[in-house]
Structures are given as C-alpha cells and as structure tokens.
C-alpha cells in the first residue's frame, strides 16, 4: 500500500449520526468501562444512569441525549440482581441474560479468538436495537479474555468499537473486578488504575469510570470517577437511600439529617424546645437552626412559643 492509498483512508472521520449520549463523556459509537470491586454497587449505579438516560435527563450536572432505546447483557449471575436495581430505578431496557439462558454453549466463551466478533456479537443479536442505542455489557470483561494480557484487551476493545460501528450502537460495560492493596495508605492514587487487569482497558477504551466504596478510600461516602479521554476527570460523592440507590452526597446527607430533626419533634401542643432537639438529633446546631427555618416555610411544622416547635398536624 503506498502513502496517498494511507492517507486516503486514514482522513477525518466523518459526522456522526447520532448525537452522544452525554456529550464531551460519552460519545457515540464507544466503548467505556465501569469498573469496580465486586458488591460495590456498579450495577445499581449504573441503573440510575440507564434511567436518567432514557428520560433525557441530566446526568452529574451533564446533559445527556436519549437513545432510541437502552439493551442490558447480563453475564455474571442470574437475571434477578440485574432487576432488582433496573425496577427500582424505573429503567426501561430489552434485557438478555446469558446465564439462565440454557441454550448457550458456555464452551463458546472458552475461544477467547471469537469471544468479541461471535459470542459477544450473538449476544447484542439477541436484543434487537435499532440504531443509535446503547448497550449495556455486565461484565464487559468476560468477553475480553484475559484481563492481564495487553494485546488481547488491545484487540478486544477494537473489535467492540468496530461492532458498536457496524451495528450503530454505543457501549457500557462493567469490570467487576478491580486490584486491591490490604494498606489503604500504599493504594493506587489514581482510582481509574485500580482497574483489574492490562492498562489497554483505559488505552483502547474510551471513557473510564470508577465507582470505589468508602473502605477503599476512607471517606464517609461512595466515590465516583468518570475520565474521559476528551475532558477533564470529575469526581462525585455519592451516598445511598434506604433503598441502596445511589444519590448525591449532600442531598443524601441533608435527607438524613432533616430526617433526625423531625424525629425530635413532638406532635404534642407543648411541642420541643431548641436544645431538646439538639440533643436527641445529635445534628450541628447552625444546621438545626436552618433546617427548622425551611420546615416551618414548608408548613411541616409550627413554631407554638419562644424556641419550641412542634409538627404540623397531618389532618
């Protein structure tokens, strides 16, 4: 092949005709990585995304386009987990679970050759996406051989984006799996090197994104990272409800607390003096003072003397 043949077909790509799904983090037609350790909530997190993304709505601040539609690939346990977290977040999508279905060869995953371009591929068939959708692979790493081995990886994600490509779709996938050290203090500083296995996952993949428990960086919250290879890396911190969906911190915090201060409260005519809810609240007392102010604008509870409050009647 001479130069002008090289250059010829190596020009501009050409405009995408879908819009990305969150533009400047994940872009259309690529292939990203969420990666985690195991039981660290990736796949709840990762259906409060799927549900935000369906419904055009705001993602951490990001603006984000809806997809035609959203395909889950289950490849790791039975059907149920995935549901539990897709139903509770209210995330629409065409599920296919590769273990409970009995007519899949499991020996087909052990040709790490053709685990992209006919298991992986086959899997995808089974959804029926029209163009311009995302597909969502749980895990991502199972149909890239061995996670260590640098050219596999390498020639794995090539294959996803050219599939994502050929077939006009966009990829989530979920790495399960991330390299733990037992002191805290001798972790990887970056969150996105804990990622198990080849640094070809983040060289050939697009946006990485990581989602790390409050014992892996002892924080009182969950950590999220996305890192996109167009942007610069944001950070979140994430707590849970007490459904175990993910919310941002703060507002999780403030829930939390408000929740304290009306539990100190009584319904009594008498009601509850300032410090009495200091002291059986256990909340700051600028915070009591603030959340008292905005509780009484909402007409949950009454002020019914100096410094004591009680809560509105419900009837």
């Known amino acids: 092949m001479s130069l002008s043949d090289f250059a010829t077909r190596s020009q501009a ?9 969150i533009p ?4 259309y037609g690529t292939v990203n990585i969420l990666a985690g350790a195991p039981g660290v909530g990736k796949t709840c997190l990762l259906s409060t995304i799927l549900a935000r ?35 509770l977040a209210g995330a629409d999508v065409r599920f296919y679970n590769l273990v409970e279905d009995t007519e899949f060869a499991t020996i087909r995953l052990r040709n790490k050759f053709q685990l992209v371009t006919v298991v992986l591929e086959g899997c995808v068939e089974q959804l029926a996406l ?41 990829m989530l996938g979920t790495a399960h799996a991330s390299k733990q050290k037992a002191d805290s203090k001798a972790q990887y500083k970056r969150l996105q090197d804990r990622i198990l296995g080849s640094a070809a996952q983040l060289g050939y993949g697009d946006t990485q994104m990581y989602l790390a428990s409050p014992e892996e960086t002892d924080e009182k919250f969950h950590t999220f990272l996305w890192h996109p290879h167009t942007s610069p890396p944001q950070i979140f911190p994430l707590g849970r409800d007490q459904h175990g969906m993910f919310v941002d911190w703060l507002e999780g915090t403030r829930a939390k607390e408000e929740g304290k201060i009306l539990a100190a409260i009584t319904e009594d005519e008498a009601g509850t003096s300032f410090a009495e809810i200091l002291i059986k609240s256990e909340v700051p007392k600028t915070t009591v003072f603030r959340y008292l102010q ?18 509105a009647p419900t009837n």
């Open 130 to 170: 029209p163009p311009g959708s995302i597909v969502v692979v749980d895990p991502v790493t199972l149909f890239m051989g061995n996670p260590n081995d640098y050219q596999g990886c390498a020639i794995a994600c090539i294959e996803m984006r050219r599939m994502c490509h050929r077939r006009q779709l966009t």
């Open 294 to 311: 905005e509780l009484m604008k909402d007409g949950r509870i009454l002020k019914v003397g100096h410094g004591r409050y009680r809560k």
């Open 13 to 21: 790509p050409a405009p995408s005709p879908f819009p990305d799904p």
């Open 24 to 27: 400047g983090i994940i872009g």
């Open 53 to 87: 993304l369906r419904d055009g709505k705001d993602i951490f601040g990001a603006a984000c386009h809806a997809p035609p539609a959203i395909g889950f690939i289950s490849a790791d346990r039975g059907a149920a987990t995935a549901w539990h977290w897709l139903r």
